[in-house]
């Protein structure tokens, strides 16, 4: 058996009620035997015999298969419904995730409350299961978490006696999704809840459960008195009602043509299924988080308070009252403090002693903070990682290190050290997966559900470890301010900072000067990983992401308003069925992170509103929204506004003064563009010359940019033709000869043509795009490219 599989047999066998109805020695041996394909106990044979039965339903039902009406089902099934007793599932995690993590300011705390929050769903709540770690350190951390639950929920039996690894579906983005025994829903919800308030004591989260029939595992909710489900036969006389289609979704049809049965049929029969559990349990989840009281639970409605008084010390945020200063030891001189001294809350004083240890994840002993209840003596974080990534790729660790040791390689402990990295600035990258939930409605069993979790965990992962390699190396410090940083001067970091990679999320911070080729990888890697296109050490892909174009096939020409000169980069048909939308925001490293979090927030609204736009021309890959802010004050409203009001102009024809978002192909053209014009060493001036230019309106911009072409050197508006204006301005009509540059052609929904432009966003990357390291640069390249005026 699968191992969801033996824990659903292992919850059937417990039972209903506390007590389980064999001796948990019989659960145990049943357990084993099954894992290894023997023959089970006599006295939990039946048992086993009705969950391979479920386990014998097919995961795709036909439609002919499929029972037509409810009747049929009991018919077809009699001992899954009659099985007595239910499965209890769980679903709960962490909520206001940013709220917690974005609330320091530096970036040893952010890193602290990202790294604990990780602790919790990664090792601690597995921990609740007995589930058992590689690492030796996190075995040790893996008893004490169930230690601590035996302690606090210590009914007879316990509720760690009744809970096995199999049971988990998936722990990974934040988020548990797992069986129990019916009797231990309400306490199993309430560990998880408790286990984030004892580690952090103010993170937000929540935890929910129920109770489901056997049968309900494979063909979703059915009433105790079955014949009232709602079913097929009643589904295809009021799909249309607007109460049906509110509940199972509109079905994909054209305005003028009638509704086919087959969709009827397949709408119904991907809805009725495990995922319409796990949807129930996401409405509970909401309903309690938003303050919702349950029967049976204690409140949560009531977020954990702090008080402060106007006479005390504060702590750094400026939040909470401070109980320490990481100030030296009087008394032990050999025991440093934190630079300039920090004060603490108790709050504040875990995520700077999570976020400040040493590069091997190991907890540093502290005089200023001793309250070690609550920590782990190691906290693996994302540096360490990568770094076994890179370890177990020797190609990629040459390619990153080079000839330097990895171990003498320091992590980043300041904002000002990355952004020294790059003339003062850093890039703030968020990505978001697309599809998601359009992928999980078609997900029928509680093994897809795992297989899935893992595969999208995976390539999330992956794909930011082979951005990094790929494009990044350590850097020395440059300026190494004392006031926030205990490395020494000249030393080599890692020059990027992970805050989290949870699920389908990814929020990083790197130089700005390889924001935008990281951005590009990420993307492109994430999908070929899912499609096995990209082979990663100890990992398998199981399940299948390929896309059927011919459903739905791409219109390349409507998708990419880039086409390179090149015809071995030529676009391609995107053919992943998940793929990443990705925000880049690239600030001076002074920018609030608060006011930097609004920001990236937006771009990757405005990547994924794009790349919903760009799915009705049949494109199912990545997109990138980026800004380059210069200044703190450059927007004081939205991303939107600002672009709508600034950058738009509502004349006849209607122009654009930018052209993002970009898909990840274009975004990659935009890259080439811009080196092409450092490689000839084109002049700033002349940049923002052309620049000016577009505020004159659309046929003054043409004609003072081809003025200003023709006045080139030869070999330099050879250069300018070739890489941007074959490249992003030629006519959509291929029969029409005439050139747009600076302009793009764009028919928008309301058949209009609107005119865009990539220039003002050449301009704003010029300095952030870094030409690779060529000893044979082309000859045709023109040093001089002075004109004159």
Known sequence: MDSIAIGIAWCVAWGDRREPQFAIDVLQEMRRALASGEEVPAQVREIVDRVRELLAIPEKISREEFPQTITDLQNKYPNLWNQPGKIGLVYGGVTKVKQYVFEDAKLPDIRGASALLDRINLLDLPAFFDKRPESPSDKIQSLEVRKWLGKNFGGQPKLSEALIPEMIVYSTGGNILAFCPAAFVNELSDAIEKRYSFVTL??????????????????????????????????????????????????????????????????????????????????????????????????????????????????????????????????????????????????????????????????????????????????????????????????????????????????????????????????????????????????????EYQNFSEDVDNATKYAVFQALAEHLHPRQVKENNKSESTLPDGAWIHPFEIITIGGDDIILIVPADRALAIAKTIGEQFEQILLKQVEISGVNIKGNYQANLQEKPIDLSKCHRYLSPDLEKQPKPSNCQLSTSIGVLIADYKTPIYYAKKLYEQLLKSAKKRAKELKKHGYCGGTVDFLVMKSVTAISSSIEDFRNEALTKDSSPKLKLYAAPYTLYEIGGLIESVKALKKAEFPKSQLYQIRSFLEQGKQTTILNYRYFRTRLKDVNSKLLQEKFEEAWCKPKNPENNGNLAPWMSVIEENKLTVYETIWREIVDIYDFIEIEEDSQLSSEISVDAEVEL
């Not at 403090?337 to 994840?361: C, I, M, Q």
């Not at 770094?387 to 003498?408: A, M």
């Open 202 to 447: 103010t993170a937000n989260s929540c935890a929910v459960g129920d109770k489901f029939n056997l049968l309900e595992i494979r063909f979703g909710l059915l009433r105790d008195s079955i014949e009232q489900t709602f079913w097929l036969d009643k589904y295809r006389q009021t799909y249309n009602d607007a109460v049906v289609e509110a509940y199972f979704g509109k079905l994909d049809r054209e305005s003028n043509e009638p509704v086919q049965v087959s969709h009827v049929e397949e709408a119904f029969i991907n809805r009725k299924s495990f995922n319409e559990l796990t949807t129930k349990l996401a409405v509970m989840f909401n309903q309690r988080r938003s303050g919702n009281d349950f029967e049976n639970r204690p409140s949560r409605r009531y977020p954990p308070m702090l008080e402060t008084h106007p006479y005390l010390q504060r702590d750094e945020s400026d939040r909470r009252s401070a109980i320490t200063r990481a100030t030296d030891n009087p008394d032990n001189r050999s025991e440093k403090g934190l630079p300039g001294s920090p004060w603490f809350s108790e709050v504040s004083a875990r995520k700077r002693k999570a976020g400040d240890r040493a590069k091997n994840g190991i907890m540093k002993e502290t005089h200023w903070y001793t309250n070690e209840e609550w920590a782990a003596d190691v906290i693996e974080g994302w540096v360490d990682k990568f770094e076994d990534f890179l370890k177990k790729h020797p190609g990629k660790l040459q390619k990153y290190c080079g000839n330097r040791e990895i171990k003498t390689v320091e992590v980043a402990q300041s904002l000002t050290q990355l952004g020294s990295m790059s003339n003062g600035f850093v890039a703030y990258i968020y990505a978001d997966g697309n599809n998601m939930g359009g992928y999980i409605q078609k997900i029928t069993t509680p093994q």
